[in-house]
Each structure stands twice: as structure tokens, then as C-alpha cells.
């Protein structure tokens, strides 16, 4: 069963960066497809960025220029850099991983994912 644990979460000011991880562990084939998501308190969570295995990446329009998602295969981790940080990105962060094609455009969709991390709370001030 694939396994994800996420890291790297905290607490910034306004502009700030932070820079989440997610560990890959107990996996037969390296995940085709990732993503990161996060849920603000009292709403439904949303998809934030998503990469296939050719390294094709999506934003959400909140983000973009932003946040930058990668993957390193070699060292199982998959990261995303969020810069100039807001205070409506405060939630919690969780990372997804599935198998199988999907187009690109669905990986900021939750439903397209089977597997989940149990997720990193990032919180920006004022």
C-alpha cells in the first residue's frame, strides 16, 4: 500500500515561503500521477497543483506564479515551493498520488485520487 507522508508545514507572514515535502514509501511502481490539495477551515478542498511522471505541471489560478510543485523520483519525495505566501492559503495541505492516465487538466480534481497524506498545516498572518 503506498504511503505518503507530508512535512515542512508552519506558521509565516505575509510574503513568506514555505516549502512542503511529501515522502513516497511502500510502493511496487513509482506513482504516475501527483498532486497537492488543501482545505481551509469550514470549505471544501481544492486542488492546488498536480504533475504527471513526464514532469507536465498545473495550477489552480490562485497560485499560479506562486507555487511551483516537483517531483524527485530518485529521492521519493514530491515538494511544492509556495512563495510570496497569502493569507487565504492558510489550511491544510495534503499530497495525492494515483496510478493510471488521466489528462492533465484532472489532476486538480480530489476525486482522481486514490491515495492521500494525512496532511500539513500552513498558516499565514497578516
Known amino acids: 500500500q503506498l504511503r505518503l507522508v507530508e512535512s515542512g508545514g508552519g506558521s509565516v507572514q505575509a510574503g513568506g515561503s514555505l516549502r512542503l515535502s511529501c515522502a513516497i514509501s511502500?510502493?511496487?511502481?513509482?506513482?504516475?500521477?501527483m498532486g497537492w490539495f488543501r482545505q481551509a477551515p469550514g470549505k471544501e478542498r481544492e486542488g492546488v497543483a498536480g504533475?504527471?511522471?513526464?514532469?507536465?505541471?498545473i495550477y489552480a489560478d490562485s497560485v499560479k506564479g506562486r507555487f511551483t510543485i516537483s517531483r524527485d523520483d530518485a529521492e521519493e519525495t514530491l515538494f511544492l515551493q509556495m512563495d510570496d505566501l497569502k493569507p487565504e492559503d492558510t489550511g491544510t495541505y495534503y499530497c495525492a498520488a494515483r496510478y493510471g492516465y488521466r489528462p492533465l487538466v484532472r489532476l486538480l480534481v480530489s476525486s482522481e485520487f486514490e491515495y492521500w497524506g494525512q496532511g500539513a498545516q500552513v498558516t499565514v498572518s497578516s
Open positions: 511502500q510502493y511496487t511502481a513509482t506513482p504516475s500521477y
Open positions: 504533475i504527471n511522471n513526464a514532469r507536465s505541471t
